[in-house]
C-alpha cells in the first residue's frame, strides 16, 4: 500500500491551497481517510477525517470552516482544500487511511506547507 501526498508548498498568509492523496495498492471505498500535520517541535496532530462509512466528516477546531476534505473513490484519490491559511499553519501534512477515523494503518510521506506572514 502506498499513499502518495502532494500540493504542499509556500504561499501567503490568507491564501489557499489544495493538498492530494492518491492510493495504490488499495481501495479507498471502505476506508476512513485523514489529514494530519506536524509543526515544528510539536507532535503529529489530526486535522479532518471522512470515516469509512462516509457518512461522517470531522474537522478539528484550528481549521474548521477554512479546510475542506474531500475524497474520489472513482480516482482512489482524496484531498484537502486549505482557505484562508495563516502562519500557524504552516507544518508537514500527512494523509493516512485505515479503518477508523485518526487510527490510521497506512501513512503517506508527507507534504510541506508554509504560510509566510
Known amino acids: 500500500v502506498q499513499l502518495q501526498a502532494s500540493g504542499g508548498g509556500l504561499v501567503q498568509s490568507g491564501g489557499s491551497l489544495r493538498l492530494s492523496c492518491a492510493a495504490s495498492g488499495l481501495t479507498l471505498d471502505g476506508y476512513a481517510?485523514?489529514?494530519?500535520?506536524?509543526?515544528?517541535?510539536?507532535?503529529?496532530?489530526?486535522?479532518a477525517c471522512?470515516?469509512?462509512?462516509?457518512?461522517?466528516?470531522?474537522?478539528?477546531?484550528p481549521v474548521k470552516g477554512r479546510f475542506t476534505i474531500s475524497k474520489d473513490n472513482a480516482k482512489n484519490t482524496f484531498y484537502l482544500q486549505?482557505?484562508?491559511?495563516?502562519?500557524?499553519?504552516?507544518?508537514?501534512?500527512?494523509?493516512?487511511t485505515?479503518?477508523?477515523?485518526?487510527?490510521?494503518?497506512?501513512?503517506?510521506?508527507?507534504?510541506?506547507?508554509?504560510v509566510s506572514s
Open 50 to 61: 471522512i470515516s469509512s462509512s462516509e457518512i461522517s466528516i470531522y474537522y478539528k477546531d
Open 98 to 114: 485505515g479503518l477508523q477515523c485518526w487510527m490510521m494503518d497506512y501513512w503517506g510521506q508527507g507534504t510541506l506547507v508554509t
Open 82 to 96: 486549505m482557505n484562508s491559511l495563516k502562519p500557524e499553519d504552516t507544518a508537514v501534512y500527512y494523509c493516512g
Open 33 to 47: 481517510i485523514g489529514w494530519f500535520r506536524q509543526a515544528p517541535g510539536k507532535e503529529r496532530e489530526g486535522v
